[in-house]
T-cell receptor
Framework: KQEVTQIPAALSVPEGENLVLNCSFT??????LQWFRQDPGKGLTSLLL?????REQTSGRLNASLDKSSGRSTLYIAASQPGDSATYLC?????????????FGKGTRLHILP | GAVVSQHPSRVICKSGTSVKIECRSL??????MFWYRQFPKQSLMLMAT?????????EQGVEKDKFLINHASLTLSTLTVTSAHPEDSSFYIC?????????????????FGPGTRLTVT
């Protein structure tokens, strides 16, 4: 059974710092991995999608890496800003019972201190 | 870009009543829509997969008679919570997959709605 774990569960850092969020998954048979942002009481915003054949994706100050064989992904946020405060969710796409499914981690609650 | 809407965004209902939540894909056709539930500080849990024109596939532990899903068109899926109880209070999020995207599995995205906060009193 695929399980997605995110460490740490919560993180507070001063503005301007670079930071890394970690995600691990138990079964390497994934089709892609996505990082999402969720603001309190809101839906999901897709940040980066890494296909299983790729090793990283970049968008602005965000860089996500994927090591499928070891079941790990990291989200790197450069020069953090207070507006980056949110919960960041890692999710993997698997294929099971003739359907594709997204399995989510519990997220990392990030607070950037002004 | 692909947009998914949900209605209502918030709903409060009394225990024992039924509530319907709508999920619409606004600018694309979605053969498949997914319904998730999220409890406070918890992850999104897939409840069911809804394919247009066919019965929904429910995840283990989700009561199909309690959570009725209808996907009658390529742009609309509904989730009805029947005989709601306080423990059904949660954040319900839908997502939709673009029908026209025929690229290999894993190279397309699911687009998520903004969620519906259900409170049962």
């Amino acid at each position: 059974k695929q399980e997605v774990t995110q460490i740490p569960a919560a993180l507070s850092v001063p503005e301007g710092e670079n930071l890394v969020l970690n995600c691990s998954f138990t079964d390497s048979a994934i089709y892609n991995l996505q990082w999402f942002r969720q603001d309190p009481g809101k839906g999901l915003t897709s940040l980066l999608l890494i296909q299983s054949s790729q090793r990283e994706q970049t968008s602005g100050r965000l860089n996500a890496s994927l090591d499928k064989s070891s079941g790990r992904s990291t989200l790197y946020i450069a020069a953090s800003q207070p507006g980056d405060s949110a919960t960041y969710l890692c999710a993997v796409l698997i294929y099971m019972n003739r359907d594709d499914k997204i399995i989510f981690g519990k997220g990392t609650r990030l607070h950037i201190l002004p | 870009g692909a947009v998914v809407s949900q209605h209502p965004s918030r709903v409060i209902c009394k225990s024992g009543t039924s509530v319907k939540i709508e999920c619409r894909s606004l600018d694309f056709q979605a053969t498949t829509m997914f319904w998730y539930r999220q409890f406070p500080k918890q992850s999104l849990m897939l409840m069911a997969t809804s394919n247009e024109g066919s019965k929904a596939t429910y995840e283990q532990g989700v009561e199909k008679d309690k959570f009725l899903i209808n996907h009658a068109s390529l742009t609309l899926s509904t989730l009805t919570v029947t005989s709601a109880h306080p423990e059904d209070s949660s954040f319900y999020i839908c997502s939709a997959r673009d029908r026209t995207d025929r690229t290999p599995l894993g190279t397309y995205e699911q687009y998520f709605g903004p969620g519906t906060r259900l409170t049962v009193t």
